[in-house]
């Protein structure tokens, strides 16, 4: 595999609160069939960036249109940090053109001269936004995640299947998290058009008006591909969903390579994040301690969440065997998938109406 490209000496980039487009029109990436499309309207290129989404340890995110968000650095030394994703992007923008809808937020434009990203924009919001709903936390019964056992499910399926996607194509996303998971809404099938999914479609038919979302899976700063090590390893982590061994690895000052068990360990984490509202060591001090003990399940049940994750339930069966202090032993994705297919058939069959069936 090729060595990514090294960027040409930084510039200055200027305060994003006033920066605006470049004047010049944007250069595509490598053309195919997603990003062969017209250059972004002429007023974007110099309307200033107001619209803030959301900004991390490296860069900002703006909206643009209903449909298009751009990426900012927000300072010259993450300018080879962003070079790198919108190569990484380019590639998985590529590779997963198969998949519909798509399961990552797509690259559709890059500017290396002040590494902008132009990307795919969801109007649903994040996981985290939707699992910390005040709306949603009092409708649960005991036992039954905070989104309730169809969308938590329903959750589990898709973003098992993002993320082996994504892996299939050579990358570990490094950073999975639930604010790292967008949220589309799910489009019902009908007589082959649409998502498609049998058990789905039946449900969203016999409860009009309830929307199912599907996670999409964005900013991938920190994403490695082919076990490679870019530049010092990891860029950022999020310590209350990094895998143990990424977690010592980084805050021990050395280089932390990813395999893909440790994007089981953080899929873990989103799941049980989902089931909670609220993230597992949330309010804790010297969070990394706890982290790195590799055991979120065993925390949890000492609180007064444990009702979500009782022993013998569907957050505990889906997720058992995802973490640990290292990767050794720690379950693949196509057993969680599984997991989550056998909980979902079950759900069909026994618990959609209501009880304590999730206990």
């Not at 803030?52 to 300018?79: E, F, I, R």
């Not at 999020?238 to 990424?246: K, L, N, R, S, Y």
């Not at 690895?249 to 089931?275: H, I, N």
Request: neutral net charge; glycine residues 12%; hydrophobic residues 40%.
């Amino acid at each position: 595999m090729s060595p990514i490209p090294k960027l040409p000496t930084p510039i200055t980039i200027p305060p994003t609160t006033s920066y605006t487009h470049p004047t010049p029109p944007l250069t595509p990436l490598t053309p195919h069939p997603l990003t062969a499309t017209p250059a972004p309207p002429a007023h974007l290129l110099s309307t200033p960036y107001t619209a803030k989404l959301g900004s991390g340890a490296w860069s900002t995110v703006y909206s643009l249109t209903p449909h298009l968000a751009v990426k900012t650095p927000s300072n010259p030394s993450a300018l080879p940090i962003l070079h790198a994703e919108a190569e990484i992007l380019s590639h998985l923008t590529a590779a997963l053109t198969t998949s519909s809808p798509p399961c990552v937020a797509r690259i559709h434009y890059y500017d290396p001269k002040t590494a902008h990203l132009y990307l795919d924009l969801l109007a649903a919001g994040t996981l985290e936004s939707l699992a910390r709903a005040p709306n949603i936390k009092t409708k649960t019964q005991r036992g039954e995640p905070v989104v309730g056992f169809a969308q938590w499910l329903f959750l589990a399926e898709r973003l098992v299947a993002a993320v082996a996607a994504v892996h299939a194509a050579g990358v570990v996303h490094g950073d999975i998290k639930w604010g790292n998971v967008l949220l589309r809404a799910y489009t019902p099938g009908a007589d082959g058009d649409g998502d498609g999914d049998e058990v789905w479609d039946a449900y969203c038919r016999e409860n009009p008006g309830a929307v199912l979302f599907e996670p999409v899976l964005c900013d991938f700063s920190s994403a490695q591909r082919g076990g490679e090590v870019v530049g010092e390893g990891v860029s950022a982590v999020t310590t209350g969903f990094a895998a143990p061994e990424v977690l010592r690895g980084f805050l021990g000052g050395g280089k932390a390579p990813l395999e893909v068990g440790a994007d089981v360990y953080s899929v873990g984490m989103t799941l049980l994040a989902a089931a909670l509202g609220s993230e597992v060591y949330e309010g804790v001090r010297h969070v990394g301690i706890y982290a790195r003990e590799g055991d979120p399940v065993g925390w949890v049940r000492g609180g007064e969440r444990a009702v979500k994750v009782g022993r013998g339930g569907v957050v505990e069966g889906v997720l058992r065997g995802c973490f640990g202090r290292g990767a050794e032993g720690r379950v693949g994705l196509e057993e969680v998938a599984e997991r989550v297919k056998v909980w979902k058939g079950r759900w069909w069959e026994e618990g959609r109406g209501g009880g304590r069936w999730g206990w």
